[in-house]
């Protein structure tokens, strides 16, 4: 399938001193759904700022490789740009314009469509149809919101983008498992629906390979198994580590046993 | 006590206030979108006053073509300030950038003296004459006609932030820089037009300031009422701005009425202390947790 978008190999130094990113691949066919794994420090948000270009206003710096949309290299093009272009990055923690209400921030966000498409009279209708509850709340200050419903304006602001690609940046973040369920099912109907490619970054594996096609999974800076999800979640060391379940053996493993987990944890020795 | 003495004072004082908000709406715009502390903000309003005096007094325009002239004058200033020594500084110390700030006001003052001399000079008049009378109440017209001008572009610039596009698109930027990117605002193009639009406010409240007061090189002054202004309304508070700049205005007309001049500041400054002491992020601003 053609690849929307393509990681390639890229470096990124934080500062000018600290290295997060080291030679990292990834690619997301057409309106597919890749989740892109991986346990806290991994380098997953920073992975999706060096994309989005979000990364220089955090002082940090892709020092090598490249990431292409839609064929075309994004470096140098700055962050609004690439928006326009179809690439909506929902940061981590939802980053909701708190003193707007709700509707404003969805007016915000038709800036995304500056320069091509028109904006679509009923694409707020859109955003509520799949969010009653933001319709509910129009009015109202989004930084009064729930974190459920904040997450779902978070979404509503990429939906009105119009995107081709929509880069998720932990949406279970702080939320009850219900409400994961709910915003995960949301994210795969938007998907089905819209046809918008999604590169979903997330810890909770489980919901997250659920609605994948093709998933990564990086440590320290860099992909260390990845696959369908199929074989994913069939891989025993995935099952332990990231999904919870047993061994092999199909016996829960006790922390005693933690010499064993840091042996096996290490994928590539 | 004399209550009809007082009254007109008071309003007298009330109407600089209504320009001391505009001037303050200006700087609480640039704040509020960049974190910039424009302590330039004075010498702006000064430029745009002798752009005035060379438009109306130089090259005897009408009053009325050589005001917009002025004003836009003055925005082009600031759009220029931000482009070439704002922006440079992006990323850098806001002590730093604060002091780029009171380097362009000490330019402006330079350029000024070396243009039109440091002499005080007079605008020429250009506000209608006839004195006014609100109830029993005299107004010099001069103040009266500055504040109503004044206050028609306080009120654009409100209705503008809140109800248009282009103000959601503003407040974006100041709730979250990072997230206004994502969202595809163009965020150093909001970062220019703040200071346009802010030196814009600053530039008309200075050609109106200077219509009541007289021009010279030591006008820039005035910034440091305007900095107590939006100290006690909360640096980043569009409400605080306007209260704070009534109040301010208004308190330092009767404290200069009642107390002689030279207490006009002393006067506002008292209040700043101990707005400070009480609460420390100004009246309306907001408590900023600084995470590093």
């Keep these: ?269 | 006590m004399d209550w009809l003495f007082f009254g007109e004072i008071s309003l007298a004082g009330l109407a600089m206030g209504g320009l001391y908000a505009l001037i303050a709406l200006g700087f609480v715009m640039i704040y509020k979108a960049t974190r910039v502390i424009n302590f330039a903000i004075g010498e702006i309003m000064m430029f745009a006053a002798y752009l005035f005096l060379a438009f109306a007094g130089g090259m005897e325009l009408s009053a009325w073509i050589a005001l917009p002239l002025a004003v836009i004058g003055g925005s082009i200033l600031g759009g220029v300030i931000e482009k070439t020594m704002i922006r440079p500084m992006l990323g850098e110390s806001p002590i730093s950038v604060v002091m780029v700030t009171i380097g362009i006001a000490s330019i402006l003052v330079g350029l000024v003296e070396f243009v039109w001399t440091a002499d005080p000079q007079l605008l020429p008049n250009f506000l209608p004459r006839e004195p006014v009378f609100i109830g029993p109440l005299y107004l010099a017209p001069k103040i009266a006609y500055g504040f109503l001008i004044g206050a028609a572009l306080l009120i654009v610039y409100l209705l503008y932030f809140r109800f248009s596009r282009g103000g959601v698109a503003l407040r974006a930027t100041a709730s979250d820089q990072a997230a206004a990117y994502s969202m595809g605002i163009n965020v150093r193009r909001v970062f220019n037009l703040a200071w346009v639009f802010g030196s814009l406010a600053a530039s008309l409240a200075g050609v109106l300031v200077a219509a009541t007061g007289g021009l010279s090189p030591q006008f820039g002054i005035i910034g440091l009422s305007v900095l107590v202004v939006v100290i006690v309304g909360g640096l980043d508070s569009i409400l605080g701005a306007l209260v704070a700049g009534v109040f301010i205005g208004w308190l330092e007309t009767v404290a200069g009425a009642y107390l002689g001049g030279e207490y006009r500041m002393p006067a506002t400054f008292v209040v700043l202390a101990v707005i400070l002491v009480i609460r420390p992020y100004g009246l309306f601003g907001t408590h900023e947790i600084e995470r590093v």
């Design chain 1, 1 to 269: 399938m053609e690849a929307l978008l393509e990681i390639d190999n890229i470096e990124v130094v934080y500062n000018k001193a600290v290295q997060v990113l080291r030679g990292l691949s990834l690619r997301v066919p057409k309106g597919a759904i890749v989740a892109l794994l991986g346990s806290n420090g991994a380098g997953k948000s920073t992975t999706l700022k060096s994309v989005s270009g979000l990364l220089t206003l955090e002082d940090g710096e892709v020092t090598a490789g490249e990431v292409r949309f839609r064929g075309k290299d994004v470096k140098g093009v700055p962050p609004e740009k690439l928006v326009r272009n179809g690439l909506f990055h929902v940061m981590e923690g939802r980053r909701v314009f708190e003193d707007l209400t709700v509707e404003e921030n969805l007016i915000a966000a038709t800036y995304a469509l500056t320069g091509n498409k028109p904006s679509l009279s009923d694409s707020y209708e859109l955003v509520y149809n799949y969010f009653p509850r933001l319709k509910e709340r129009r009015k109202q200050l989004a930084g009064y919101l729930s974190g459920g419903e904040q997450q779902m304006l978070a979404l509503g602001r990429a939906l009105i983008a119009q995107p081709d690609l929509i880069m998720l940046d932990e949406p279970s973040l702080g939320l009850a498992p219900l409400l994961v369920e709910e915003i995960f099912t949301i994210v795969a109907r938007i998907n089905r629906e819209q046809g918008t490619a999604i590169l979903l970054v997330e810890q909770n594996a489980a919901v997250s390979l659920a609605i994948a096609s093709y998933g990564y999974i990086m440590e320290n800076g860099k992909i260390v198994i990845d696959g369908p999800t199929e074989k994913l979640t069939a891989n025993e060391d995935v099952q332990e580590f990231y999904l919870g379940v047993g061994g092999a053996e199909g016996e829960t493993r006790s922390y005693r046993d933690i010499k064993h987990y840091k042996r096996r944890k290490r994928w590539l020795s």
